[in-house]
């Protein structure tokens, strides 16, 4: 069974910084893409950043130069670093897992950025 289960997510001041987790378990972590993506209320489902299983990292404009994502093979996590936190980086964030036959999402994590 394939598990992707996102952490690190809080309420957090505007200029503030936020580490994101996601833990995987049922696949062969090593041969995915890793991404982030968030959602807003009212709104769709957007990228925010991707790692390769090359480890290449591709980011959204709006996080580009604030956000900085990680992977770890050996534990079998992908991170997200957030920094200099705005109130319209709030949303659920989630984890995705991605190969060439199939695609597996988390359940998300909140993060609030509000003074």
């Known amino acids: 069974q394939v598990q992707l289960v996102e952490s690190g997510g809080d309420l957090v001041q505007p200029g503030g910084s936020l580490r994101l987790s996601c833990a995987s378990s049922?696949?062969?972590?090593?041969?995915?893409?890793m991404a982030w993506y968030r959602q807003a209320p009212g709104q769709q489902r957007e990228f925010v950043a991707m790692i390769t299983n090359t480890a290449r990292t591709t980011y959204a404009d709006s996080v580009k130069g604030r956000f900085s994502i990680s992977r770890d093979n050996a534990k079998n996590m992908v991170s997200l670093q957030m920094n200099s936190l705005k109130p319209e980086d709030t949303a659920v964030y989630y984890c995705k897992a991605i190969s060439l036959s199939r695609v597996f999402w988390g359940q998300g994590t909140q993060v609030t950025v509000s003074s």
């Open positions: 049922g696949i062969i972590f090593r041969v995915y893409d």
